[in-house]
């Protein structure tokens, strides 16, 4: 059981990536279009992977393993944002 989720998680992502690759390649559509299929493409690749390999959902086994990663993403966005909060202070300073 575990093998076939896994696989069927493995064939969705390359699935989801050969979109990807081909709106890009293919430059017969619109930019705007290819943007959304982008971002709506790599969405889903985020869910399969959080969801499949990750085992993120909404059983109570799983709750550390969200707790776990809004904690992780809170810290990395503390961070993003504190340096670019930094780097621009120094900017303003030095001009």
Known sequence: MKAGKYAAGF??????????????TSHS????FAV??????ALLQIVVHLH????????P????????LL??????FLMIAGTIWIMYNLGERLN
């Open 52 to 59: 499949v390999f990750l085992h993120v959902d909404s059983s």
């Open 29 to 32: 559509h619109f930019r705007e």
């Open 71 to 76: 904690f992780t993403a809170l810290i990395i």
């Open 36 to 41: 959304i299929i982008l971002f709506a493409s």
């Open 61 to 68: 086994d799983s709750s550390w393993n969200l707790f776990s």
């Open 11 to 24: 064939l969705l992502s390359l699935l989801l990536t050969g979109i990807s690759f081909w709106v890009v």
